[in-house]
């Protein structure tokens, strides 16, 4: 395997950064996820102004415009041989004397990349099975809308999860389910109308979120983009979350409540496929 570190390519196995990089200390970085599905990208317009913006909410240069970032990508996935691929960029403020204030004289950006393979037919086999989630606590910071490297809250839920068997976690803030810890949530009410938080400092604004919200009023399906309640979501009628590592993927019992009928709803299948089409080579 190849990673890409700083303008070169090098193998995975020895791609090293400094110990006094503040991504490793302070958590002071921003990343992006991005799927390539034979030899496409998926949705990445979006993933690349996402990824600005966090830099650019962070104070941070963007170490490298959208043709060229492009370009990397493609080679990385050449050199991996990798037609499906997930493809993580993470760009950090650099390596300095460790001291919280930003480096007084600036610091060269940190930016790596890494590829590895991506199995949409082992997504597609768990969507139609869909998954259970449970619900906890969001205890995140006020600016989770920042796509941060900062994600211990989120490894501590999605933990909780994998020991409950469940697949994702529901996160609950004043009574509110926010997202998940690496999705957004999603409910369909009785009328069949599909309901999802709002972009705000409390979630992250979901690239595949975005187009689902497209994709839905497409299909001509009624989107309220409003808060719901944890007892709201265990009596929708469907619920599924969406990431761009799961596209769309239906959700069948929220803490050990069934929702529906314990099958995956035909709305988040419809959902799914649309996405599906609408999102590559965007
Ligand atoms: N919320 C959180 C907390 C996430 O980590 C992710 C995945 N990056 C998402 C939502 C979904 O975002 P996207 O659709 O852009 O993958």
Not at 90 to 101: D, I, L, M, Y
Not at 209 to 227: D, F, N, S, W, Y
Request: aromatic content about 6%; charged content about 25%; overall charge positive.
């Amino acid at each position: 395997r190849v990673a890409y570190v700083n303008g070169s390519f090098t193998p995975h196995l020895n791609a090293h950064v400094h110990i006094e990089d503040r991504g490793y200390q302070f958590a002071d970085g921003v990343y992006e996820v991005c799927i390539v599905i034979d030899g496409r990208t998926y949705d990445f317009d979006g993933h690349y102004r996402r990824l600005e913006r966090s830099l650019n909410e962070l104070r941070m240069p963007a170490p490298m415009k959208r043709a060229p970032l492009e370009a990397v990508i493609r080679e990385l996935l050449r050199r991996n041989r990798l037609r499906d691929a997930l493809v993580y960029i993470q760009v950090t403020r650099g390596v300095a004397p460790r001291n919280h204030p930003f480096p007084p004289n600036g610091a060269e950006p940190v930016m790596v990349m890494t590829a590895r393979r991506f199995n949409v037919s082992e997504s597609d086999a768990k969507a139609a099975k869909g998954v259970k989630v449970i619900s906890q606590p969001d205890i995140r910071w006020g600016r989770v809308d920042i796509k941060t490297v900062g994600l211990l809250p989120n490894v501590l839920a999605k933990q909780a999860a994998v020991e409950a068997g469940a697949a994702e976690t529901f996160l609950v803030r004043d009574g509110v389910v926010t997202e998940c810890s690496s999705s957004n949530a999603w409910i369909v009410d009785k009328s069949g109308v599909l309901i999802t938080h709002p972009k705000g400092n409390h979630i992250l604004g979901g690239i595949t979120r975005e187009t689902a919200i497209a994709c839905a009023q497409e299909l001509q399906l009624k989107v309220e983009e409003r808060a719901f309640t944890l007892e709201e979501a265990k009596a929708a009628t469907e619920a599924f979350m969406t990431s761009a590592t799961s596209f769309v993927m239906p959700i069948v019992a929220i803490d050990d409540s069934r929702i529906g009928d314990g099958q995956p709803g035909p709305i988040a299948a419809r959902l799914r496929n649309a996405y599906k089409n609408k999102a590559c080579g965007n």
